[in-house]
Every structure is written in structure tokens, then in C-alpha cells.
């Protein structure tokens, strides 16, 4: 079993940093470039994430080959002590629109437990890391969530879209009118749970419903926690990987009770 800050535990961080700055590589190298569409693949985001899918199981397969890379096929799942759990391109339709927000997200699980995480923005060059109970980090510099309370001109992140389960996006718009939050749409809620991580922004929301092992949450948990922040879904409730996940809250600690009590209010009032 890895313990806390083990030199396991310290090589495979070295090596999901690595992964993670490779995988951003393969992102700045493709963007924009023409490639030819297949059956499964019609979008430049798609034909990217792929790549970078490659080249991470090959590096896994090579470095690691008793570890398991994490499919969306249960089978293939069963039965593995460590998993690497990956989001190649987090911020994918605006990848696919040259807007440069787009993140690729890599965790390690021990026995479904995080115990390391690597995010990396590869258009400003920032990596994000977190071991567990070893704290998190920027490039280097170790990293905690702001103390900023709901108030006027505190920054929260929405991610929202049109067929999204939860229309947070019209409740933090109420929030904004009550309180006067600068509510902001990143992009890719794993960039923006970053900014969380790194006090730029106080909270971020996503209105998406999820079942099951999430690659959004894998990494995004541990390096928020490990900065001292919390991740839950909108209600509050612990976020786990066997039951459906009703959205994402992710929060400082100063302003995570507010939001929930606030949103909770909302889907009151607006229930039929």
C-alpha cells in the first residue's frame, strides 16, 4: 500500500506531471491543424483526446504496466488495484473554437482513492499537482484555497449549457442581483476548480449530472481538498463514484455553506 509522502507515492507525481505536460504538448501541437474524420471521430477535439489518449496508455503501458488505464467499459475495470483516471481535453468545444482554456486532467487511484492528481494548462504553462495529504501545488509553489465570503465582486465560475441538468447558471444570476458576484463562464469546470485551488475564485458550479467513476472528479477532488477547499455536488452531499452525482459544487470553505443554503432555496422556489 503507497503511505503518506512515500517515495512511490513521490514517483508516480513525477510521473502524472509528466503525463499531463506531454498530454498538453500533444494539445498545443494539434490545435487548429486539419485531420481526416472517421466513423468515431468528426471534431478536432475528439481527434486530439484521442491522441492524447495514446500516447498515455503507451507511457503507461511502458512505465506502469501493472496499472490500469481507466475505460468507460465496467469490464475492463474489474479486479485493479491502480488506475489512472484521465481527461484529455477538459474545455473540449472550446478546443474545437481555438479558445485557449482547455486543460488535461490526470489522477492515479489506489483502490478507488486518490492519492495523486496533475492538471495541466499547457497555454500558460501551469501545473497543478496535489499527493495525498501532501498538500497541492503551482508549479512548485504550494497553493490554498482564497477566504473570500459571497459578496460583491467575489469570482465564481458556472459552467452551464442549454440541455445541462441544472440550470445553475439562471440561480447564480439571482446570486449575483442579491450579492453582487462576478460570475464567470471559464470553459472547463476542471480549469476553473484550479483557479478554485488557487484562491483566484472562490467557487466554481457545474449543472451537469454524472453517474459513476467521473474522470471530471478524479483529479479535481483531491487537489482541491489537499488546498483546503471543497468539492460536493449542489445540495452539499459528499461526492462518491457508485451513485449519480447531482452537479458540482466546488467551493473555499468560507463560502461553500452559503452556496449550497442559497441553491437549495432556489430549487425550492422553482419546483413545479
Given at each position: 500500500?503507497?503511505?503518506?509522502?512515500?517515495?512511490?507515492?513521490?514517483?508516480?507525481?513525477?510521473?502524472?506531471?509528466?503525463?499531463?505536460?506531454?498530454?498538453?504538448?500533444?494539445?498545443?501541437?494539434?490545435?487548429?491543424?486539419?485531420?481526416?474524420?472517421?466513423?468515431?471521430?468528426?471534431?478536432?477535439?475528439?481527434?486530439?483526446?484521442?491522441?492524447?489518449?495514446?500516447?498515455?496508455?503507451?507511457?503507461?503501458?511502458t512505465t506502469l504496466p501493472d496499472h490500469n488505464l481507466f475505460d468507460f467499459q465496467p469490464?475492463?475495470?474489474?479486479?485493479?488495484?491502480?488506475?489512472?483516471?484521465?481527461?484529455?481535453?477538459?474545455?473540449?468545444?472550446?478546443?474545437?473554437?481555438?479558445?485557449?482554456?482547455?486543460?488535461?486532467?490526470?489522477?492515479?487511484?489506489?483502490?478507488?482513492?486518490?492519492?495523486?492528481?496533475?492538471?495541466?494548462?499547457?497555454?500558460?504553462?501551469?501545473?497543478?499537482?496535489?499527493?495525498?495529504?501532501?498538500?497541492?501545488?503551482?508549479?512548485?509553489?504550494?497553493?490554498?484555497?482564497?477566504?473570500?465570503?459571497?459578496?460583491?465582486?467575489?469570482?465564481?465560475?458556472?459552467?452551464?449549457?442549454?440541455?445541462a441538468n441544472y440550470d445553475v447558471d439562471s440561480w447564480l444570476h439571482n446570486v449575483s442581483l442579491e450579492t453582487g458576484i462576478y460570475a464567470l463562464h471559464?470553459?472547463?469546470?476542471?480549469?476553473?476548480?484550479?483557479?478554485?485551488?488557487?484562491?483566484?475564485?472562490?467557487?466554481?458550479?457545474?449543472?451537469?449530472?454524472?453517474?459513476?467513476?467521473?474522470?471530471?472528479?478524479?483529479?479535481?477532488?483531491?487537489?482541491?481538498?489537499?488546498?483546503?477547499?471543497?468539492?460536493?455536488?449542489?445540495?452539499?452531499?459528499?461526492?462518491?463514484?457508485?451513485?449519480?452525482?447531482?452537479?458540482?459544487?466546488?467551493?473555499?470553505?468560507?463560502?461553500?455553506?452559503?452556496?449550497?443554503?442559497?441553491?437549495?432555496?432556489?430549487?425550492?422556489?422553482?419546483?413545479?
Open positions: 500500500m503507497v503511505q503518506k509522502n512515500s517515495q512511490t507515492t513521490v514517483q508516480y507525481l513525477d510521473f502524472a506531471k509528466r503525463l499531463a505536460i506531454g498530454a498538453g504538448s500533444i494539445m498545443v501541437d494539434l490545435e487548429g491543424k486539419p485531420f481526416k474524420p472517421t466513423k468515431d471521430i468528426n471534431y478536432i477535439n475528439e481527434h486530439v483526446a484521442k491522441e492524447i489518449e495514446k500516447f498515455v496508455a503507451k507511457e503507461i503501458a469490464s475492463l475495470n474489474a479486479g485493479v488495484d491502480y488506475e489512472w483516471i484521465c481527461d484529455y481535453v477538459d474545455g473540449a468545444y472550446c478546443y474545437s473554437k481555438e479558445h485557449k482554456i482547455s486543460v488535461t486532467s490526470i489522477a492515479l487511484q489506489y483502490k478507488n482513492k486518490t492519492i495523486v492528481s496533475a492538471i495541466y494548462n499547457p497555454w500558460t504553462r501551469q501545473l497543478f499537482y496535489a499527493s495525498k495529504d501532501g498538500g497541492a501545488f503551482l508549479n512548485d509553489k504550494q497553493i490554498n484555497t482564497s477566504h473570500d465570503a459571497i459578496a460583491t465582486g467575489t469570482l465564481v465560475d458556472v459552467e452551464w449549457w442549454p440541455w471559464v470553459g472547463s469546470v476542471i480549469h476553473a476548480a484550479c483557479l478554485v485551488a488557487s484562491g483566484s475564485f472562490a467557487a466554481a458550479v457545474l449543472g451537469k449530472s454524472m453517474i459513476g467513476k467521473n474522470h471530471e472528479i478524479a483529479a479535481i477532488k483531491l487537489i482541491i481538498e489537499e488546498a483546503g477547499g471543497l468539492l460536493t455536488d449542489l445540495e452539499g452531499s459528499t461526492v462518491g463514484y457508485k451513485n449519480e452525482i447531482k452537479g458540482l459544487l466546488i467551493a473555499n470553505p468560507s463560502c461553500h455553506q452559503d452556496l449550497v443554503k442559497r441553491y437549495i432555496t432556489y430549487e425550492r422556489s422553482t419546483a413545479v
